[in-house]
């Protein structure tokens, strides 16, 4: 099996605001593309939760 681990670092809300967001919203909305991904970890910063959280509220599938 092999494991494929993609970092998308500046990435606060499924709406794109900078160039980085845009990348990861273009991904993540797309499965055709091939970094679409299979799962997803999501990390984010307990001392800026509410920040952090809207990525994590605002992408479901």
Not at 37 to 54: F, G, Q, R, S, W
């Amino acid at each position: 099996m092999e494991i494929k681990v993609i970092d998308f670092p500046g990435s606060y809300s499924i709406y794109p605001t900078s160039k980085d967001e845009r990348v990861v919203a273009d991904i993540l909305s797309n499965p055709a593309h091939e970094d679409y991904p299979d799962a997803i970890i999501y990390v984010a910063d307990i001392t800026n939760l509410e920040k952090h959280l809207l990525f994590l509220l605002n992408f479901r599938t």
